[in-house]
């Protein structure tokens, strides 16, 4: 599996998300029953940005993202805790700023395939 690297790493602000699969069924006296569904029951989801990449390292990305984009799972790093995690990018966007700067930014989800 491919392993998306970059040797800068993400503006601070990167959060971690967390998406829970759960059924709830409401009964008329206030009483809610919640079961989880399926076996993987939390997803993860990451918003990495970058505000000061050069040309060459947004063609980087470029070239490794927009194959993949919503369609190939790869591996990915977390920069603070270090965890390898396999996921699927499904949103990219890139920009150029002023001065030979590129801001890029993604949308990382937790991938179980």
């Known amino acids: ?17 967390y998406k829970p699969r759960v059924s709830k069924v409401s ?5 809610e029953l919640r079961r989880k569904q399926g ?3 939390v ?6 940005k970058w505000t000061t990449l050069s040309k060459t390292e947004a063609t980087l990305v470029d070239n490794f993202i ?12 977390h920069p603070e805790s270090a965890i390898e995690y396999k996921v699927l990018c499904t949103s990219y966007s890139k920009t150029y ?3 030979g700067n590129y801001s890029i930014a993604l949308t990382l989800v937790e991938d179980f395939n």
Not at 3 to 11: E, G, I, Q, R
Not at 27 to 31: E, H, K, N, S, V
Not at 43 to 48: L, T
């Open 43 to 48: 997803r993860k989801s990451w918003n990495p």
């Open 66 to 77: 927009v194959p993949r984009l919503e369609y190939q799972a790869f591996l990915w790093t």
């Open 27 to 31: 009964f008329g006296d206030g009483y």
């Open 39 to 41: 076996i993987n029951t």
């Open 1 to 17: 599996m491919d392993k998306f690297v970059l040797n800068v790493n993400p503006d601070y602000g990167l959060s971690d998300e």
């Open 97 to 99: 700023d002023a001065f």
